[in-house]
């Protein structure tokens, strides 16, 4: 009957067989790379899931409290305050420009440390999701990301608070400020995304990431300044996480443009980009099986 309907120019009865080649839709197979990339890019464009689920996270972690979300200004206004006045002795820095300098520095490291801390979990925090749901990966590294992003907004009450008690030389710098926090947090989705797969697979990986974090911040420049090192200020430079920050603080603080800073932070992105969509093509589909 199947040979006979196929002569007639009609499909046969019956399942009918795809190409071992073909995808359900009847398209060639696509590679790693692409279905990597179509994550991210389909991730990207979610704005409304991946924002709903990290604004729910911020409520839910303080829900019934009478502050909510401010209790962590309050308690970076309290860090900030305790550790101004103690480090201007300690280090004899004029209080008027120390403080400016710590208050910006505090509040961009702990962007960074936040959004590298929750994108080790990404996945695994997430792992109900995954199982369940059918979404692309990149949704929950965007959550992290635009998570501590809105902690970020919450914080810069503090520098404000400072800059009217203590205003920095403000420049046209500070119109580089918006440019900087979009370049924290487009390489907190690649951060993000390197960490939660490889966080996923070895479980030992996050306290490893939170002692190297540790040691990092005494490291990077953001309670002493660069220029206490005399002729070895220059080992600043070496630092990734330095200019991270600087990006940020420099417009902030009025300081003199470092287009070094700039130049690190774009090589960054963009080798940054490159392991990630190399990793994630090859094993983004194992995710699933590792959380």
């Known amino acids: 009957r199947s040979h006979r309907a196929s002569q007639d120019g009609a499909l046969p009865d019956g399942p009918v067989f795809r190409p071992a080649l073909m995808s359900p839709d ?12 179509d994550d991210l ?44 006045p103690l480090f201007s002795k300690l280090f004899g820095q004029d209080m008027s420009s120390y403080l400016p300098f710590l208050a910006v520095g505090f509040v961009v490291w702990q962007l960074i440390l936040q959004i590298v801390s929750d994108g080790c979990l990404a996945f695994i925090a997430a792992e109900g999701y995954i199982k369940q749901i059918k979404l692309p990966l990149s949704i929950y590294v965007l959550k992290v990301v635009w998570k501590n992003m809105l902690i970020f907004f919450h914080n810069l009450l503090v520098v404000v608070v400072v800059f009217l008690f ?29 960490l939660a797969l490889v966080c996923a697979r070895f479980r030992d990986i996050p306290q490893i990431v939170s002692s190297l974090l540790q040691v990092a911040f005494f490291l990077t420049p953001v309670m002493w300044q660069p220029i206490m090192l005399g002729k070895y200020m220059w080992t600043v430079d070496l630092n990734p996480l330095y200019h991270l920050v600087e ?8 300081t003199p443009f470092k287009p070094l800073s700039w130049i690190a932070v774009a090589a960054m992105t963009i080798f940054g980009y490159a392991i990630m969509l190399v990793l994630y093509s090859r094993y983004r589909s194992r995710v699933a099986y590792w959380v």
């Not at 009847?26 to 790693?32: A, I, L, M, N």
């Not at 303080?62 to 909510?68: D, H």
């Open 247 to 254: 990006v940020i603080r420099g417009p902030l603080l009025g």
């Open 26 to 37: 009847f398209g060639p197979r696509r590679s790693g790379l692409w279905l990597a990339v």
């Open 41 to 84: 890019v389909q991730g990207f464009w979610s704005v409304r899931i991946w924002s709903m689920l990290a604004w729910q996270e911020v409520k839910q972690r303080y829900r019934r409290s009478l502050l909510g979300p401010f209790w962590l200004t309050i308690s970076t206004a309290v860090m900030i305050g305790g550790m101004g």
């Open 166 to 194: 203590l205003p920095p030389p403000l420049g046209m710098h500070a119109l580089l400020f918006p440019l900087g926090v979009l370049a924290i947090a487009v390489n907190g989705v690649w951060v993000g995304v390197i």
